[in-house]
């Protein structure tokens, strides 16, 4: 079958890389940030980024890493938060 539909309910969408691309010289809750600090500011931007990295299962001590000292797994967190901030 090469046909079909696609329905969408979202009010938004979001894309994730299969390779992370997180910035090396961010930190994990820059990087979450990075798409929606112009918009929300900085204060605002960093609750939400430290709420969802939560609920991603990354704990406060991960939040100051760079992407260097991540496993694999945790980067694909980070980039799944980034995604769905």
């Known amino acids: 079958m090469t046909e079909g539909e696609i329905s969408n309910s979202f009010s938004s969408s979001a894309l994730a890389f299969q390779d992370v691309r997180l910035l090396p010289w961010k930190t994990v809750l820059e990087n979450i940030m990075l798409p929606v600090v112009a918009k929300l500011g900085y204060k605002k931007a960093h609750d939400e980024a430290c ?4 609920r991603f299962g990354l704990e406060e001590k991960d939040f100051i890493k760079y992407p260097k000292d991540l496993s694999g797994g945790m980067k694909q967190r980070v980039n799944f938060a980034r995604a769905l901030i």
Do not use: P
Not at 51 to 54: D, E, K, N, R, S
């Open 51 to 54: 709420q969802i990295a939560l």
